[in-house]
């Protein structure tokens, strides 16, 4: 079965909300835990990604298994950029090569669609190499690493690192 992607719509903020709670029940599946996924929240990205960035979903028999967005900050001096990117697969559907294909279409869109964007960033925990390799292979590259900036418990922390991705097609917006 071929997945199908498509840009993200408020109508899908319920099936969102159950896709990232499932995520957040799993092992390095995103950094919020699942008391802190909510209606809230999940309106939050939707609604920035929608006015000010770009959200993907993949669907499977008309159920979406994986989800993508990133959004420019209200700031002046951050219109040119698209942060806090997240991406997720449920956990039955991860291995297939979704992740990927997600990654590769958002990333197709901004290049044609967003030139007024120069960078994409993100970040990814250190110790999954897995992801950091999966990040490289897309064209991030890896800015440096945030000592214990992630907290776990009391004793323990992880250090995330922050990559960026380049659009070769931006052009400067006139203003």
Known sequence: MEISIEKADIKHKSELLQ????????????????????????????????ENGLILVGTLEEKIVGEIHA??????????ILTDLTILVDPINQGQGIGRKLFEKFLKVVTSEFVHIKRIELYTREHNERNVKFYES?????????????????VAFETPLHMAWFNPNYTMKKH
């Open 19 to 50: 896709l990232y709670r499932k995520v957040a029940g799993i092992s390095d599946g995103i950094i919020r835990n699942e008391d802190e996924i909510n209606e809230e929240y999940i309106s939050d990205f939707l609604t920035n990604s929608i």
């Open 71 to 80: 959004y420019t900050p209200d700031l002046f001096a951050f219109q040119h």
């Open 138 to 154: 897309l064209g991030f590259i890896n800015e440096g690493r945030q000592k214990d900036k992630i907290f776990i418990s009391e």
